[in-house]
């Protein structure tokens, strides 16, 4: 079965300090890894795929098939990044995402 | 551009009721999708649509459930004789292509309340 895990339900960090969003899944074969992130008022949006391998807005995710971790990086918190944050999964051969349960990021001033 | 539609974006219907909760995705992708979102949880999987096939519909709950993309455009997510576990945001996703690690665009919900 395809699970993601994200444990901590709400983040809160200083502007500047850096920040770790967890993300740990569960999946047999290889999976493609995604964080989308909700904006106050906004849609669900991509933030980044862990197959394109690139930074957005400062954040960075790696892949640890080891530990089974997508965790989700950014060394220096900005007031805008607060948003609610989900890890997501797609299975060998499957389109529909699994996703976590989400964690509200709250960047203090 | 325009980006992936949903109508209406609230709905509250009594328990019982058959509700229709549209979707208009992006013009021209092949790949679309329903999740259920209720509150406090993250979105999860309802069916799938690649053109007007439904390829997968093993997320939805019940047969009180039906969806349906006839011309391999617009769908529609249609629940039968409500029930107060209904409630909750219901997305809809489209994306261009097929196949493991496509970017899914997700529309703003549609908020149905069952009382």
């Known amino acids: 079965a395809q699970r993601v895990t994200q444990p901590e339900k709400l983040l809160s960090v200083f502007k500047g300090a850096p920040v770790e969003l967890k993300c740990n899944y569960s999946?047999?074969?290889?999976?493609?890894l995604f964080w989308y992130v909700q904006y106050s008022r906004q849609r669900l949006q991509l933030l980044l795929r862990?197959?394109s391998r690139e930074s957005i807005k400062g954040f960075t995710a790696d892949l640890n098939k080891g530990e089974t971790s997508f965790h989700l990086k950014k060394p220096f918190a900005q007031e805008e990044d607060s948003a609610m944050y989900y890890c997501?999964?797609?299975?060998?051969?499957?389109?529909?995402?699994?996703f976590g349960q989400g964690t509200r990021l709250t960047i203090n001033p | 551009g325009a980006g992936v539609s949903q109508s209406p974006r609230y709905k509250v219907a009594k328990r019982g009721q058959d509700v229709a909760l549209r979707c208009d995705p992006i013009?021209?992708?092949?790949?679309l999708f329903w999740y259920q979102q209720a509150l406090g949880q993250g979105p999860e999987f309802l069916t799938y649509?690649?053109?007007?096939?439904?390829l997968d519909k093993s997320g939805l709950p019940s047969d009180r459930f039906f969806a349906e993309r006839p011309e391999g455009s617009v769908s529609t997510l249609k629940i039968q004789r409500t029930q107060q576990e209904d409630s909750a945001v219901y997305l809809c996703?489209?994306?261009?292509?097929w196949g493991q690690g496509n970017e899914q665009y997700v529309g703003p919900g549609t908020r149905l309340t069952v009382t």
């Open positions: 997501a999964l797609s299975g060998m051969g499957a389109q529909k995402l699994v």
């Open positions: 649509f690649q053109n007007e096939a439904q």
């Open positions: 996703a489209s994306s261009n292509t």
């Open positions: 862990h197959i």
């Open positions: 013009s021209g992708h092949v790949s």
């Open positions: 999946y047999s074969g290889s999976p493609e």
